[in-house]
Each structure stands twice: as structure tokens, then as C-alpha cells.
């Protein structure tokens, strides 16, 4: 059974930085490609940035490329978004999503940029 957990969530203000994280289980990480999503209050989720299943390989939405990072660590099957120069328009909840059998995600951490 796949388990994602996401954490690392808060609030921050304008100009900050966050780590979310996100513990994987119930299949074997190191061979699948996983990726962060953000759902703001009244849109629709949207890709933030993904990563290939060696960690080689990653992809960001314009709107945060050079303002975050994606990244894995395959022996403790978790994975990682550092996220700085935050904004308010980052405010959302973060989901960590793998397609294991189907679309899998977690329950998501909320981020809040706000003063």
C-alpha cells in the first residue's frame, strides 16, 4: 500500500525559505520518478517540479524555476523540495504525488507566505 507523508509546511514571509519533505512507502522509491504539486484556494493543482528516479533529471514550473529545488534520497526514500524567495502567490497546500498503479498522493502541507 503506497503511503506518502508530506511535512514541513508553515508560515513564512515574503522572502523566506521552507523545506517540505515527503516520506515515501509501500513501493520501492528508487525506480520511480516522483513529483510536487500545489493546490491554491480556488484553482486547480498544478505541476511544481518533478524528478527523474536517479534524481538526475528535474523539472520546474516557470513560475518557481531558480526559486526551487527538487531532490531525493533514494536510501531513505524520501523526498525533498527547498523552496526560497517565497512569495504570496506560493501560499497552497504541497502534495508529493507518485504514479505507482495509478495517480498516488499524499494529504499535502500547507504553505502560507504572508507578512
Known amino acids: 500500500q503506497v503511503q506518502l507523508v508530506e511535512s514541513g509546511g508553515g508560515l513564512v514571509q515574503p522572502g523566506g525559505s521552507l523545506k517540505l519533505s515527503c516520506a515515501a512507502s509501500?513501493?520501492?522509491?528508487?525506480?520511480?520518478?516522483m513529483s510536487w504539486y500545489r493546490q491554491a484556494p480556488g484553482k486547480e493543482r498544478e505541476l511544481v517540479a518533478s524528478?527523474?528516479?536517479?534524481?538526475?533529471?528535474?523539472n520546474y514550473a516557470a513560475s518557481v524555476k531558480g526559486r526551487f529545488t527538487i531532490s531525493r534520497d533514494n536510501t531513505k526514500n524520501m523526498l525533498y523540495l527547498q523552496m526560497n524567495s517565497l512569495k504570496p502567490d506560493d501560499t497552497a497546500v504541497y502534495y508529493c504525488k507518485v504514479s505507482y498503479n495509478g495517480p498516488n498522493w499524499g494529504r499535502g502541507t500547507q504553505v502560507t507566505v504572508s507578512s
Open positions: 509501500g513501493f520501492t522509491f528508487s525506480i520511480y520518478p
Open positions: 524528478i527523474g528516479s536517479t534524481g538526475r533529471t528535474t
